[in-house]
């Protein structure tokens, strides 16, 4: 019975966790599964088989006496399975076929990129790059839904066998910066925002992102019949924030259902980066983006002369001691060693002369934490010292906490980043993969790893000629992408798919 179920074990299993499962067991059973075998006694037999009588080897390996040649023959066969299994988990990720389709598809992507950098469109209006998306995915006969949060388009991709739904996304909105650098394919578009002439540019690079997932739906959309699952491809608008009085981007497609109908296992995404070297990757384990939430408080006192403080309550004294204890909440209620955060007071309004005390202050803030648990925590502690302490000088403060964004930490899952770094390194190389530290900054990415596991990271677009310290910041004018890297993109992103479907049946 026993060889029956390690026979059953080792055929239906094609990966490497369980395959180092089967190396364990093949390791607690090998001198028994050799005298099986052989029928050979290889001596020091009572230690040896007091050890195993511990243990929760049947008692078939008590000694080679009477086992049947049936027996012997089913280990035998099972040896040969084990060794059949393991080379189908040292195969690569992507199979010779898969990276020749990827290297036929990179100068289209790269095409795709240069005409969306040099159509860019701001958040939830991304029209044309929308339709551009839609009409790409249903060429390649995948199901296509528009106008998902405004502008997305959700591809729905099922592969010829049955598995689990995995989300890809790329962001596809750009911003009101006006392109400074030179190339043929500049954008040259303006707009009014704000009130404001500007020009508009993919000074984020969600232009590489629109592209590069593009490409792997072309890839992944070729080999369904072998694919073990679903692929959701989102297409997303406005992650840089939704235009004023607007809903939109990640959480406002979450509301929407992307995650549902199929219920999404897993979500991945990149990011291209202007300061990371072309062909490499970079990513952060647990907290990787920060929450960002703003905050508005309002001290109320009351108006008086300058001169005659006595007679009223100064609001403006009591926001100077609530600005000051607020630092106080990183530095002293912080476990810092774990997890950076921030309290950033970044406007006040208050008084209109020099010689009366106004009625009220009003600030406002950002907050921002790279553990859900810390975010919360921050929030409490905010409401708590500026209300206690407009308290103690007599006045009173209102708390709004968040006024307008809440974005949630964007949290790479430990199990499935750890399960995605040897697919990274195998798709990259080894020594292009980096553990960096996490970002400050906010990422709309986190409204779908909020909900189910998510795991992000970030691609070089950086040329290897131009030093880190030279290349210019994201969301500026001279914001620049080496497009030769975004075929890494291309292949990480299917590369991380493939694994995820190959191994969770
Ligand atoms: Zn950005
Ligand atoms: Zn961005």
Redesign the pocket.
């Known amino acids: 019975m026993w060889s029956f179920v390690h026979i059953f074990f080792l055929i239906g299993f094609r990966n490497r966790f369980r395959v180092m499962i089967e190396w364990i067991w093949y390791y607690i059973t090998f001198k028994g599964g050799f005298r099986l075998i052989t029928g050979v006694n290889r001596g020091n037999d009572n230690k040896q088989n007091r050890q195993v009588n511990r243990s929760f080897i049947p008692n078939l390996y008590k000694s080679s006496e009477g086992i049947h040649m049936t027996r012997r023959i089913i280990y035998f066969i099972s040896l040969l399975l084990l060794f059949n299994s393991n080379l189908i988990a040292q195969s690569p990720v992507l199979s010779d076929g898969l990276e020749s389709l990827i290297a036929e598809i990179e100068e289209q992507v790269i095409e795709w990129r240069r005409d969306i950098h040099q159509h860019p469109e701001l958040g939830n209006q991304e029209f044309r790059t929308a339709a551009l998306v839609a009409e790409h995915l249903r060429s390649l006969g995948i199901e296509v839904e528009t106008e998902v949060a405004h502008t997305g388009v959700v591809g729905l991709l099922k592969g010829g066998k049955p598995g689990p739904v995995v989300l890809l996304r790329a962001?596809m909105d750009g911003l009101p910066v006006t392109e400074r650098v030179e190339l043929p394919f500049a954008s040259r578009v303006t707009t009014v925002f704000n009130g404001q002439e500007t020009g508009v540019m993919h000074a984020?690079?969600?232009d590489t992102h629109v592209a590069i997932l593009m490409g792997v739906a072309s890839v992944l959309a070729e080999a369904r019949d072998e694919i073990p699952g679903t692929i959701k491809f989102v297409f997303q608008p406005a992650?840089?924030g939704p235009p004023e009085g607007e809903e939109g981007g990640a959480d406002l497609m979450v509301k929407e259902g992307v995650l549902s109908n199929p219920d999404v296992d897993v979500a991945f995404a990149l990011?291209i980066s202007s300061k990371l070297e072309v062909n490499t990757i970079s990513y952060t384990p647990g907290g990787t983006y920060a929450s960002a939430d703003d905050f508005r408080i309002r001290v109320h006192g009351e108006q008086t002369h300058g001169a005659y403080p006595w007679n009223g309550t100064d609001p403006i004294v009591a926001s100077a001691h609530i600005i000051t204890a607020l630092q106080s909440i990183v530095s002293r209620e912080m476990q810092l060693t774990e997890n950076a955060a921030i309290v950033t007071v970044g406007m006040i309004r208050g008084g209109l002369r020099s010689n009366i005390i106004p009625e009220e202050v009003e600030m406002l803030g950002t907050i921002r934490a790279l553990d859900p648990a810390d975010r919360l925590k921050l929030h409490a502690s905010i409401r708590r010292i500026a209300e206690n302490t407009a308290r103690s000088f007599g006045a009173t403060a209102e708390v709004t906490i968040p006024v307008t964004t809440a974005y949630p930490v964007t949290y790479n899952d430990h199990d499935l980043t750890d399960f995605m770094v040897p697919v990274l390194q195998e798709v990259a190389g080894a020594d292009n993969v980096h553990h960096v530290k996490a970002e400050m900054g906010a990422?709309d990415f986190s409204f779908f790893a909020e909900i189910v596991p998510g795991f992000y990271i970030t691609l070089g677009g950086r040329p290897s000629d131009v030093a880190e310290e030279d290349a210019a910041d994201?969301h500026t004018p001279d914001f620049y992408i080496d497009d030769s890297g975004l075929i890494l993109g291309v292949r990480a992103m299917a590369a991380m798919a493939l694994h995820y479907m190959n191994t969770h049946p």
Request: charged fraction near 45%; glycine fraction near 12%; proline fraction near 0%.
């Open positions: 962001d984020c690079g969600h992650e840089e990011h990422e994201h």
